[in-house]
């Protein structure tokens, strides 16, 4: 029934709303203490914590210790010792909330964490707070042992267990009268006590007693627990290291007077071992370290920077905890506020890889995305070269809106190295960034890194797009990487070139069919004759890649049998006035494919001639009129070769006036086109003579890329130009359609029109004929004129 009633008790007692604690798990470790620990959080804001509870009604005899505990407490300040939070006492139960701390026989179960020079820097701090209590507070602890000390966090070691804590000022010393109610407290009382009573406390130094006490804890550290102080006196060295051993048995004296106070191991501990024997088992790196945290931010440039070189080599001694939550937070404010540099930010970063996604964004992600707007070229190198430790962490909202931005400054930069970075900084980044971001202000900082005056910055560019050439969007990613890549490929520099030749076989899948045949595989081939031989080896495969792409869709295009086959047989190539008749049975072969050509061609041109003409009569009709009139003067007088074209120049004459539209001489499988402007993110071109770039702007054209479409362009600014630069001349084709006409005498009609019409003429004679002549022939020029003003679609020079 009493242990139904305690629980009900504490149900309530942890329910009362006075005490803003809630209580958790049970921590379950030795029992010699008269607390109950748990792991608990505060209401107000859920911050873990550790609460001690004492139940009144079940140790009302021990009321007098837990209470001058929670005093002790609240009232006795130091590094050394656990932070109190809150203390309540209610009828039944005293509750202390402190920071979350875990007892140290809890933490050395594991052997492997807790190492010796780990122990040493726990003992070290303990002894510390220990000296503190007897020097500074003129006090007695009289209460240390394994169950007092715990371990917070950050791997620190923290003092408490100040049941009977006294003061020598005090006028009711609780230690004399209450220290034997301490669980246990026969087996760690010392030999003097032993022999006597507690009272014999009040003849000695006060903190004689203190150093008993904290002899039999380094005993335990090292070797478990003790049942007799026989133990603790015997020369058993046993796990106790070997520099420690000869300060620990001064301190286990059995005779006081001859016992060694906690301030003297601690001085011995930190004097030179060369000159003290036994002496400097606390000048360990970890020690040193640990004392100069705290002062890290007001440090010289000199003493941060060795700071820094220790730390790096002895980082792993140190428990992780303490790294992440101790000394993390000190380089973090030193870093953002103390001029710490790119050093410390190694570090930082260095420390923060094995945390998780919420103490990174807490922690440190301020931090770092707050320094992306630094001025120091230093610093944002640093980010940027790190940017793969910590690019995880980060959301892709805080990318996006804070980060990126200030990235973007690193695309303009003044040093050549951070530029550099930042192009390769792209590949860490695309996957948190957004479409928009992407396709708009990332695009445009790569085209003017890919006419960077640095080499190594254009080639590392062109290799940033063909990796993120999938992130791009389906509506620009085709047209601007034939632009980039293509542009690479008359780089001066050899490596651009053989990265353009790279990135293109990477992402042959991306380019449809059309844009491998009409302008990525013409690009392609003038690196087969490169001077160099990486080059020549690199477009071999890279043009085998495309080959094979094309013949893979040319095999699954439908043959010729099924496909809608072309007007073989067009009216103006037939010999005689039946418009159905097949032109190769009359002319020849290599006539009927010149008709084809022509036809093919024709029937293109002559729609978009007559949308963008309204009504004019079309080069095309033109032409198709010319060759058929040709036909008919051929058939008419077959023996008059000189005066008449035969079937041979039919073939060619048209080919000619074809090609002086800058149409070439291939037959109709060529898809003619405007040119697209391709510039629509600045893609300019480079100087061949010395690799400088050329103006960024929404229609910029490079000098190089105008000169290496200038020979494919010769014969059409050879004829073209004249015509769309004069409408009130004969143009070159007009003057050849009229000059054949002058020389040809009528031939025979070739239409019911024709036929007509030649009738007419010879009826009314030689005057009438001159003068339908004359009025064909203006015709003819007003037709030319016409279309050589309207020629400014761009075909010439898209082509």
Known sequence: ?????????????????????????????????????????????????????FDINAQRSRLTLARNAAKKLRTLRFPGVIKVLDTYESDSFIYIATEHVVPLDVAIQNRNVLNDEVIKWGLYAVANTVQFINVDASSIHGNIRQSSVFITDSSEWKLSGFEVLTSTKDEDPVIYTFCGLLPEAGRYASPE???????????????????????????ELFNGTFSTSDQLQSSMRKKIPAELFGPFKKLVQEAPRRRASVKQFVDVGREESKTTPGGGFFRTDMIALSEKVDSLSVQSEYERETFLKDLQRVRDKFPPGYLRLKLLPELVKCFEFGSGGPKILAVVLDISENMSSEEFQVAVAPSIVKMFSSPDRAIRLTLLESLPKYIEFLPSRIVNERL??????????????????????????????????????LLRHLAKTQNDEQPGIRTNTTICLGKIAHNLGPHTRSRVLITAFTRSLRDP?????????????????????????????????????????????????TLEAYLARVNTHAAAMPDAGSAQPLNSAPASLASTPKPHENAAAQNGNESSWAGWAINGFTKRLGVEDESQNHGVPSLAAAVSDRVSTDSSLSSANPTNVGNVISPASSLTRPSSASSSLGFGTTGGAVKFEPAEDDDDFGWGGFDDANGSSAANGHNAVSSTEEGDWAAFDEPVRSVSTPVVRSTNKTTPVARTVQASLARSPPSKPVSTARTATAGAQKRTGTKSHSIAAHKEQKKKESLFAEIGANDDDGWGDGW
């Open 1 to 53: 029934m009493d242990f139904l009633k305690s629980a009900i008790t504490s149900i309530a007692a942890k329910a009362n709303t006075a005490f803003p604690y809630t209580s958790g798990e049970k921590v379950e470790f030795r029992n010699d203490t008269i607390w109950t620990i748990y792991h608990g959080t505060r209401r107000s804001d859920n911050l873990p914590c550790t609460i001690f509870e």
């Open 404 to 441: 990126f931005p200030d990235m973007l400054t690193g695309f303009t930069d003044m040093a050549p190295a951070v530029r550099e970075q930042t192009v390769k900084a792209v590949l860490v980044i695309i996957s948190k960034l957004s479409d928009r971001n992407i396709n708009n202000d």
């Open 193 to 219: 006590v032993a022999k006597s009573s507690w009272d014999i406390l009040k003849k000695q130094p006060h903190d004689l007693f203190d150093s008993w006490l904290f002899g039999a804890l380094i005993f």
């Open 493 to 541: 520099f050899v490596h651009a070139r053989n990265a353009a030749l790279m990135a293109l076989a990477v992402t042959v899948d991306i380019f449809s069919p059309e844009d491998c045949c009409t302008k990525l595989l013409p690009a392609i081939c003038p690196s087969l004759l490169d001077r160099e031989k990486l080059i020549r080896t690199q477009a071999h495969k």
